[in-house]
């Protein structure tokens, strides 16, 4: 693609709009203007992907209402194309194709500045706290610009973003020859049992109520998959792991009985990396659990700015992983209410939406 010209000061775009305060979204065209801030680039987008945050906007349950200002552009996990960039970005190229950290940082913050910048106390998330993806344009900071130049195959590029909370929640615990448990395999689940694997994990277990997911986790070679609704987990764990328990739990599910059960089949001294968000408080026998068994409790919080984000590029230039099989659905971003209907049903891995109806071309 060309650069914009300087002459276009605002463009027309369909986008995916939350704009009441109740279940839905709109697709309606919106403009944006061209001005760049200090620092930013402007992107031409080439996919999206849908995400379990999408969802609790799509739904706008409790969450939604008390973390949205409306209306908003929704969505967070792209890829692109770089069209326009400010006069003081250094680092990057018109034509650039790229992914985003999604999580817009201070870098003045005691967090930031001690390298922590993924648990930045002035955090701005795209498609949460400012305008988002599903549409065809975006402006960013390029700072949260991930090059993929050099990726072959392109069509997964927009998943990274989740990619990376996978990453994130599976390897903070060394986790090579290692017993672990992927609990929850909603699409970054899914990613967490292929990171498992990348990794060396000597067996993983993945734990899943619904069949088209526990499906997937097969395809994956998931080592033991256990149907909560039909099996005793901490029995079964404790089988697959000799009695010993697993040495690393991966918390995916935000499910509290889930996550209750799983602080009995630890392994003393194991760890658990905890991504999934329950809904309310959950009971722990704290002596016994935790300070007897001499476990690590981590959470989990976006990917590590941009640690994290070194580990996802390894694995996709290597081709270190079955995308293929997590991608399961493709829309274009028009069909965005059928997208968030099946990612409601749970039917589904990871599903991907390609803007399609550029008003401007």
């Given at each position: 693609?060309?650069?914009?010209?300087?002459?276009?000061?605002?463009?027309?775009?369909?986008?995916?709009?939350?704009?009441?305060?109740?279940?839905?979204?709109?697709?309606?065209?919106?403009?944006?203007?061209?001005?760049?801030?200090?620092?930013?680039?402007?992107?031409?987008?080439?996919?999206?992907?849908?995400?379990?945050?999408?969802?609790?906007?799509?739904?706008?349950?409790?969450?939604?209402?008390?973390?949205?200002?409306?209306?908003?552009?929704?969505?967070?996990?792209?890829?692109?194309?770089?069209?326009?960039?400010?006069?003081?970005?250094?680092?990057?190229?018109?034509?650039?194709?790229?992914?985003?950290?999604?999580?817009?940082?201070?870098?003045?913050?005691?967090?930031?500045?001690?390298?922590?910048?993924?648990?930045?106390?002035?955090?701005?998330?795209?498609?949460?706290?400012?305008?988002?993806c599903f549409a065809s344009y975006i402006k960013i900071p390029a700072a949260n610009c991930i090059v993929n130049n050099d990726v072959e195959d392109k069509t997964y590029l927009s998943v990274q973003e989740p990619l990376g909370n996978a990453v994130h929640t599976v390897t903070h615990f060394p986790i090579k020859n290692k017993s672990v448990v992927i609990l929850g395999c909603g699409p970054i689940g899914l990613m967490g049992i292929d990171v498992a694997k990348a990794y060396g994990a000597k067996k993983v277990i993945a734990i899943e109520?619904?069949?088209?997911?526990?499906?997937?986790?097969?395809?994956?070679?998931?080592?033991?998959?256990?149907?909560?609704?039909?099996?005793?987990?901490?029995?079964?764990?404790?089988?697959?792991?000799?009695?010993?328990?697993?040495?690393?739990?991966?918390?995916?599910?935000?499910?509290?009985?889930?996550?209750?059960?799983?602080?009995?089949?630890?392994?003393?001294?194991?760890?658990?990396?905890?991504?999934?968000?329950?809904?309310?408080?959950i009971e722990i026998d704290l002596a016994n659990d935790i300070v007897f068994k001499g476990i690590n409790i981590y959470g989990v919080v976006g990917r590590r700015i941009y640690q994290t984000w070194e580990k996802v590029k390894y694995l996709v230039s290597n081709d270190l992983l079955n995308l293929d099989k997590i991608v399961t659905h493709q829309f274009p971003l028009n069909k965005i209410t059928e997208a968030a209907e099946i990612m409601e049903s749970k039917n589904c891995g990871k599903i991907i939406l390609i803007p399609g109806d550029d008003i401007n071309e």
């Open positions: 693609m060309k650069p914009l010209s300087e002459n276009i000061k605002e463009l027309e775009m369909m986008a995916v709009i939350k704009e009441k305060p109740k279940k839905g979204f709109s697709y309606k065209k919106v403009k944006l203007s061209t001005d760049l801030k200090p620092g930013e680039v402007l992107i031409k987008i080439k996919s999206v992907s849908f995400c379990g945050t999408d969802s609790h906007i799509y739904r706008y349950d409790n969450w939604a209402r008390t973390h949205l200002n409306l209306p908003l552009i929704v969505g967070h996990e792209f890829s692109g194309e770089i069209i326009k960039m400010a006069d003081d970005v250094p680092s990057l190229n018109i034509g650039d194709i790229v992914s985003a950290e999604t999580h817009i940082i201070c870098n003045e913050c005691e967090f930031c500045l001690r390298g922590e910048g993924h648990i930045c106390e002035n955090t701005e998330i795209i498609g949460v706290h400012r305008d988002g109520v619904n069949q088209y997911r526990r499906n997937i986790a097969k395809d994956l070679n998931a080592d033991h998959i256990i149907n909560p609704l039909e099996e005793d987990v901490l029995e079964k764990v404790m089988e697959y792991t000799n009695g010993k328990g697993a040495d690393v739990i991966c918390e995916f599910s935000g499910n509290i009985k889930a996550i209750e059960t799983a602080f009995k089949y630890i392994k003393p001294g194991g760890g658990m990396s905890m991504l999934g968000l329950p809904n309310d408080n």
